[in-house]
């Protein structure tokens, strides 16, 4: 994904300078309850933070979704089309079917700058009585860098969803609850520019498009670099108000105002393909981290904490979303 920094230096602060910005943002990171420096300086440290217990997270476990990335991270580097990503997609789907899951692929070749590259979206949809359907979405596949393992971008998210299943897949739900873990996101070049990035979630909003199940698709919330030990969730502009409101307004609720903040931010990401297609969308992302698409973004820069928070989040959201959707 990536920032629209005029976006965020002009229109979202006004007269306030890129440069001011980023002092803010260095600010907000230092008052946050736990300072990156430490953890930079001690690698190890990560491995000592704990989870909070699952029963004050609405049961959702921090501590498996810190391993589900722990495990993708060894994986190593999995972008699209590579051999790493046919391992990251056997261990989401065997994670999945062990939770009780059904299990969907939906496989699609797709057009980049280095040619046809075969991709792979992993969908779970969870019936319920209720026709409208709630989509939670992360991309799995990390940027074509070499050596990057992408821990935060995308294995937290990845993380985080597939704690998120253990707990929706095994009992019944209000609403239709799909899952779509999603492949290509990432631009094959450096630079993202249209249409060298999003595959997967273009290819998932197209064809439901086309078989007509899109209408049915009530809000599509995507989860993207949700682990930082301090972090900042901004609201995302480009997303859909009064589905920001439900997630920011739940979080707020539940004491996390400090990581839900209520100044926005720009970012283009998978929600714009449904965005596009006239489905509510949200995209909960901290864009603003140094090691984002850099070699740094590695497991020791992600904190059971922000997991379990923003699971947290998915989870007691979830009563709010059905009240709007009915
Ligand atoms: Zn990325």
């Known amino acids: 994904m990536r920032a629209r920094f005029r976006g965020i230096g002009f229109r979202a602060h006004g007269a306030m300078g890129l440069t001011a910005m980023l002092m803010l943002a260095a600010c907000s990171h230092q008052t946050a309850p736990a300072s990156e420096a430490p953890k930079a300086a001690s690698p190890a440290l990560a491995s000592v933070i704990t989870a909070p217990p699952p029963e004050t997270t609405g049961g959702f476990d921090g501590a498996r979704a810190y391993k589900h990335v722990e495990r993708l991270v060894a994986i190593g580097p999995h972008p699209a089309g590579s051999d790493g990503i046919h391992r990251a997609q056997a ?4 994670q999945l079917k062990s939770s009780g899951c059904p299990v969907e692929e939906q496989d699609f070749h797709a057009s ?16 319920s009585e ?8 992360s991309h799995y596949d990390t940027k074509r860098i070499d050596n990057f393992v ?4 995308a294995g937290s998210s990845t993380g985080v969803l597939l704690e998120f299943a253990r707990i929706v897949c095994a009992r019944k739900n209000a609403q239709t609850i799909w899952l779509a873990f999603l492949d290509g996101e990432e631009a094959f070049n450096m630079q993202w520019a249209d249409p060298d990035n999003t595959y997967g979630s273009r290819e998932l909003a197209a064809s439901l498009a086309l078989s007509g199940t899109l209408r049915h698709v ?3 919330i995507l989860v993207d670099m949700v682990g930082p030990a301090s972090p900042v969730f901004k609201r995302e502009s480009n997303s859909t108000p009064w589905l920001t409101e439900v997630l920011w307004s739940t979080a707020a609720r539940l004491g996390y105002g400090k990581v839900f903040v209520n100044e926005s931010s720009t970012v283009e990401d998978d929600h714009v393909s449904f965005l596009k297609r006239d489905v509510p969308a949200a995209d909960i992302i901290d864009l603003e981290v140094p090691y984002w698409h850099t070699t ?3 497991l020791d820069k992600i904190d059971p904490r922000t997991l379990a928070i923003t699971g947290h989040v998915l989870v007691a959201s979830l009563p709010e979303l059905e009240k709007k959707i009915r």
């Open 91 to 94: 261990y989401i789907t065997e």
């Open 150 to 153: 992408g821990a935060d971008d």
């Open 296 to 298: 740094n973004d590695t």
């Open 130 to 137: 209720n026709p409208n359907i709630v989509v939670y979405a």
């Open 218 to 220: 009530k809000a599509m």
């Open 112 to 127: 980049t700058p280095i040619g046809d590259v075969a991709m792979k979206n992993i969908l779970v949809k969870i019936p």
